[in-house]
Nanobody, 125 residues
Framework: VQLQASGGGLVQAGDSLRLSCVVS??????MGWFRQAPGKEREFVAA????????NRANSVKGRFTISRENAKNTVYLQMNSLKPEDTAVYYC?????????????????????WGQGTLVTVSS
């Protein structure tokens, strides 16, 4: 499995941005988005099961971020609304491609075996 993330950029607080992650050369059971701010550890943002409508999001982004997928395009999206300066980070998409994993494990980076290259999101105040 290979992942190609895109869509990052510089926006102002309150703006919206949509990240995309194209999956190629294989399939994934679970797709996740993580982010890493300067000087901080990588943290879970959202995840979705590839074959169902089940999703999971971090409390810090509930009500603002939405994860979705478009199977025909092998693409997972992260729609980010009402962005805040604290959302500034490099965003990574990740795939669980070996076998299914329980929903409670979706928020752990250890559950994913393939990572994209990251796309930078900068939110100015």
């Amino acid at each position: 499995v290979q992942l190609q993330a895109s869509g990052g950029g510089l926006v102002q607080a309150g703006d919206s941005l949509r990240l995309s992650c194209v999956v190629s050369s294989g399939r994934a059971y679970v797709m996740g988005w993580f982010r890493q701010a300067p000087g901080k550890e990588r943290e879970f943002v959202a995840a979705t099961d590839w074959s169902s409508s089940t999703t999971n999001r971090a409390n810090s982004v509930k009500g603002r971020f939405t994860i979705s997928r478009e199977n025909a395009k092998n693409t997972v999206y992260l729609q980010m609304n009402s962005l805040k300066p604290e959302d500034t980070a490099v965003y990574y998409c990740a795939a669980r491609s070996t076998r299914r994993v329980v929903l409670s494990a979706w928020s752990s980076a250890l559950s994913y075996d393939t990572w994209g290259q990251g796309t930078l999101v900068t939110v100015s105040s």
